[in-house]
């Protein structure tokens, strides 16, 4: 007995014997997943998106807490006439700094602008030195108060920084926990999202206007916008619902899949909750994913059964029960694979990509329970009102396209076949060309998963335009001995670092230690230029250095480490590709004059842009060859055939390459957000394979009919299913164009690129493939004619 037949032995029992029982078990199931469906959280987090174990990460979570980490909002007050120095807009100002002050997760010693103490200006005067705060802490609105606090401007040297270039806007600077210290909880950076957005429909005014940006309000934005993403879901399920009646003939049989299907995004979510996960809202196109296999998966099931019903004449329990001996192990193998496959990704080290990847891991395995179990139960009991008519109408449905399946199965034919691989070899050579040019990261200079014309990257372009600092910084540590800070020789290494920083393309402005230093030398020589340098004598810089305290961020109380920002133009990836190689390029010629200075990177949100685009190159290649790894091991095992091979994975091979070209196209970068598409959409292609190469197959094998001839029965009865899918899924990610989120008219041109190729692939070139590799000798008696396997079936019935 073959394995096969083993399995399902054991299997059919549990599904035929008692189905009411089995039934019952899974709708128990089913609400006690929906209940905890209900539960599913938004579960966003900035750790979750940081490559942890990526060298430059030592370095960020080692000093996050005494020089700040990477999760930076700034709150924007720009006005359109006249500088800042006014009532209105001062007093604006102030209320804006306290109510930042005050939200949750802000790390308030770390919270700046013009009016919090830690801004303070130093200047030389008769009989020593004066400073203070730069709104003094007796602030009134007053004329004489206005011209004071513009002088303090200009002493503290904060224009470009928390002043703007031409002085009419300022900004208030923050950095958020990833605990909450008040509740000790993980924060919610949807409730951050939403006070930042009171904050600006209560100060904007008609002649000032409030921009805000950072991460907690891209979080929110998305989740904002999930409503929408939720309302697509649905203009799919309806689209999906009329397009499977109008293809099935029977609203019973269109509910019976999609309903099904509905059933699997519930136990996903309700498996994703009981494991302790929430939903990022950068994960929330996994349960199209997992609707779109399902979909898949259930029509090929019932076109299966109605064949069964149709063709053969077989009652409603016996049809369902051939279909299950039929495509039980086929498609349990392509969801098997997709579940193996998707599970790969989990060597991605970062958190989100790997929720991800349990998130549709969990997907695969309820459809695996509710389509091949659930479904064909469900059909033992679908009772057809006139049998003889719903048989006499999926006859006409089914020769309906006859003419075209007889055009399709030409492929079969060296005259067609050879000319469809020529195009593959084309397409593969176009593929790898276009990989080359592949873009890891963001092509974008705002927020790549928002619209350009969003607020948001409205406000970001706004910030940059005025300011020389925004959301996008790169931190440098250069780490030395302790009380290194006074030595010239250490200072001046720095200083140059920064120089050169400054000096690089895509740097905005740099800020270190010796550069404010420098500054407030200049002070202590009554503001001369040529005193705006470094003191080679120790004594002189300590003096610098001393009015300098540790919270700005510039050093260690300790002076063992003294970080370099640096405020970069944009975080497109060539951007921070050419800056990190600056770097790098710096620290191995200070590491040639053996300098008492290390480099180190990085921290800053740039910084784990960095460390990401360098994790996502790594790992790109190793984890596509691990799926495909997976799949040809899963498919070896299944056909045991390396026809079947080659006819399956190398149509999904050039798909997954040509994604590649189009991504480039496109101008979509390779990113935390598409590579696992990449992968998970790979799902599609193998369950398009292994239904048409298993009819195919049986055609040949089992039945004796020519390739020509077992290509066109496969169209009829499991090709056709493959085209339906192929379109009506095309068409419901085709609706994402639509979107507010720009990641997700990402994902739709991506989705509906390789819904559609991988359908191409399965219908037109595996067919051609197995011309050259399907090896079946003819039949001593001659190929058998179709004419007679439908009579055959119809007299054993």
């Known amino acids: 007995?073959?394995?096969?037949?083993?399995?399902?032995?054991?299997?059919?029992?549990?599904?035929?014997?008692?189905?009411?029982?089995?039934?019952?078990?899974?709708?128990?199931?089913?609400?006690?997943?929906?209940?905890?469906?209900?539960?599913?959280?938004?579960?966003?987090?900035?750790?979750?998106?940081?490559?942890?174990?990526?060298?430059?990460?030592?370095?960020?979570?080692?000093?996050?807490?005494?020089?700040?980490?990477?999760?930076?909002?700034?709150?924007?007050?720009?006005?359109?006439?006249?500088?800042?120095?006014?009532?209105?807009?001062l007093g604006k100002l102030k209320k804006v700094t306290d109510e930042v002050f005050f939200l949750p997760g802000v790390?308030?010693?770390?919270?700046?602008?013009?009016?919090?103490?830690?801004?303070?200006?130093?200047?030389?005067?008769?009989?020593?030195?004066?400073?203070?705060?730069?709104?003094?802490?007796?602030?009134?609105?007053?004329?004489?108060?206005?011209?004071?606090?513009?002088?303090?401007?200009g002493k503290a040297g904060v224009i470009g920084r928390l002043v703007s270039e031409d002085e009419r806007g300022a900004l208030v600077q923050a950095q958020l926990l990833d605990i909450d210290p008040k509740t000790g909880e993980e924060l919610d950076y949807v409730e951050v999202a939403h006070r930042l957005e009171q904050i600006r429909q209560e100060y904007e005014t008609e002649g000032i206007k409030v921009h805000v940006i950072g991460f907690a309000k891209v979080?929110?934005?998305?989740?904002?916008?999930?409503?929408?993403?939720?309302?697509?879901?649905?203009?799919?399920?309806?689209?999906?619902?009329?397009?499977?009646?109008?293809?099935?003939?029977?609203?019973?049989?269109?509910?019976?899949?999609?309903?099904?299907?509905?059933?699997?995004?519930?136990?996903?979510?309700?498996?994703?909750?009981?494991?302790?996960?929430?939903?990022?809202?950068?994960?929330?196109?996994?349960?199209?994913?997992?609707?779109?296999?399902?979909?898949?998966?259930?029509?090929?099931y019932v076109n299966a059964w109605v064949h069964e019903m149709a063709d053969a004449g077989r009652?409603?329990?016996?049809?369902?029960?051939?279909?299950?001996?039929?495509?039980?192990?086929?498609?349990?193998?392509?969801?098997?694979?997709?579940?193996?496959?998707?599970?790969?990704?989990?060597?991605?080290?970062?958190?989100?990509?790997?929720?991800?990847?349990?998130?549709?891991?969990?997907?695969?395995?309820?459809?695996?329970?509710?389509?091949?179990?659930?479904?064909p139960i469900w059909l033992t009991w679908v009772n057809i009102r006139n049998p003889q008519s719903f048989k006499e109408k999926q006859l006409r449905r089914d020769h309906l396209y006859d003419g075209l399946w007889r055009i399709i199965s030409y492929t079969t034919r060296p005259g067609v076949a050879v000319p469809i691989l020529l195009a593959c070899g084309v397409l593969l050579?176009?593929?790898?060309?276009?990989?080359?040019?592949?873009?890891?990261?963001?092509?974008?200079?705002?927020?790549?998963?928002?619209?350009?014309?969003?607020?948001?990257?409205?406000?970001?372009?706004?910030?940059?335009?005025?300011?020389?600092?925004g959301t996008d910084q790169l931190k440098v540590m250069a780490e030395t001995d302790p009380e290194a800070c006074i030595r010239y020789d250490v200072m001046e290494e720095i200083d140059r670092f920064a120089w050169r920083m400054q000096n690089t393309a895509g740097v905005q402005s740099t800020v270190s230690l010796g550069q404010i230093a420098k500054q407030v030398n200049m002070g202590f020589n009554e503001g001369w230029l040529k005193f705006k340098i470094l003191p080679r004598n120790r004594y002189v810089l300590s003096q610098a250095?001393?009015?300098?305290?540790?919270?700005?961020?510039?050093?260690?109380?300790?002076?063992?480490?003294?970080?370099?920002?640096?405020?970069?133009?944009?975080?497109?990836?060539?951007?921070?590709?050419?800056?990190?190689a600056a770097v790098k390029k710096f620290r191995d010629e200070a590491e040639n004059r053996d300098t008492a200075v290390n480099f180190t990177l990085a921290s800053g949100n740039v910084g784990v842009m960095a460390a990401t685009n360098e994790v996502i190159k790594?790992?790109?290649?190793?984890?596509?060859?691990?799926?495909?790894?997976?799949?040809?091991?899963?498919?070896?095992?299944?056909?045991?055939?390396?026809?079947?091979?080659?006819?399956?994975?190398?149509?999904?091979?050039?798909?997954?390459?040509?994604?590649?070209?189009?991504?480039?196209?496109?101008?979509?970068?390779?990113?935390?957000?598409?590579?696992?598409?990449?992968?998970?959409?790979?799902?599609?292609?193998?369950?398009?394979?292994?239904y048409v190469y298993s009819v195919f197959q049986e055609g040949v094998r089992d039945f004796g009919l020519s390739l020509q001839d077992a290509y066109f029965r496969t169209m009829q009865k499991t090709g056709k299913a493959v085209v339906f899918t192929g379109i009506a899924l095309g068409a419901g990610v085709a609706t994402w164009l639509f979107s507010d989120l720009q990641f997700q008219i990402d994902m739709g041109i991506l989705l509906l690129f390789i819904f559609t190729a991988n359908m191409i692939g399965a219908i037109l070139v595996l067919p051609a493939l197995a011309?050259?590799?399907?090896?079946?000798?003819?039949?001593?008696?001659?190929?058998?004619?179709?004419?007679?396997?439908?009579?055959?079936?119809?007299?054993?019935?």
């Open 771 to 797: 011309y050259f590799f399907m090896d079946y000798p003819k039949p001593e008696g001659g190929y058998t004619r179709l004419e007679d396997i439908d009579e055959s079936q119809s007299s054993a019935h």
């Open 429 to 469: 050579g176009w593929s790898v060309w276009k990989h080359d040019q592949l873009q890891i990261g963001s092509f974008s200079e705002g927020v790549p998963e928002l619209r350009p014309d969003s607020r948001y990257n409205q406000d970001n372009a706004a910030i940059v335009n005025n300011f020389s600092i």
């Open 1 to 89: 007995m073959s394995a096969q037949k083993r399995i399902l032995r054991v299997i059919e029992p549990l599904i035929y014997a008692k189905p009411m029982i089995s039934m019952i078990v899974l709708l128990l199931m089913t609400v006690g997943l929906g209940v905890l469906a209900s539960q599913t959280r938004i579960d966003a987090g900035y750790l979750k998106s940081i490559p942890l174990e990526h060298p430059y990460m030592d370095a960020f979570m080692k000093y996050r807490d005494d020089l700040g980490g990477a999760n930076i909002i700034l709150v924007a007050l720009m006005q359109e006439e006249g500088t800042i120095y006014n009532e209105d807009f």
């Open 315 to 375: 009652s409603n329990f016996d049809a369902s029960l051939i279909t299950f001996r039929r495509l039980f192990i086929p498609g349990t193998t392509a969801l098997v694979t997709d579940l193996a496959g998707f599970l790969t990704i989990l060597l991605i080290p970062i958190d989100i990509i790997q929720e991800m990847a349990l998130n549709a891991a969990f997907g695969m395995f309820a459809i695996i329970i509710t389509n091949k179990v659930m479904v």
């Open 618 to 690: 790594d790992k790109e290649i190793e984890v596509l060859l691990w799926v495909y790894l997976v799949i040809v091991i899963l498919m070896l095992l299944a056909f045991r055939s390396l026809a079947a091979l080659i006819c399956i994975v190398a149509p999904l091979s050039l798909v997954s390459l040509m994604g590649y070209g189009v991504m480039t196209l496109a101008g979509i970068g390779l990113k935390v957000a598409t590579l696992p598409i990449l992968a998970l959409a790979v799902g599609i292609g193998v369950d398009y394979g292994v």
């Open 107 to 153: 790390n308030r010693a770390r919270v700046q602008s013009i009016f919090t103490p830690n801004v303070r200006y130093i200047e030389v005067v008769e009989g020593g030195l004066s400073g203070g705060n730069v709104v003094p802490a007796s602030y009134e609105p007053t004329e004489e108060m206005f011209d004071l606090v513009q002088t303090n401007v």
């Open 219 to 300: 979080v929110g934005d998305i989740v904002d916008a999930s409503l929408q993403v939720f309302i697509f879901f649905g203009i799919t399920l309806i689209m999906t619902a009329l397009l499977l009646w109008g293809y099935l003939g029977s609203s019973k049989l269109a509910a019976v899949v999609l309903v099904a299907s509905v059933i699997c995004v519930v136990w996903e979510f309700g498996l994703l909750t009981l494991a302790g996960y929430g939903l990022d809202p950068f994960a929330i196109l996994v349960p199209f994913l997992v609707l779109a296999v399902s979909v898949s998966h259930g029509v090929q």
């Open 545 to 580: 250095i001393t009015p300098i305290p540790s919270s700005t961020g510039l050093l260690l109380p300790d002076c063992s480490v003294m970080p370099v920002i640096m405020f970069t133009a944009d975080h497109k990836a060539e951007t921070i590709e050419n800056i990190v």
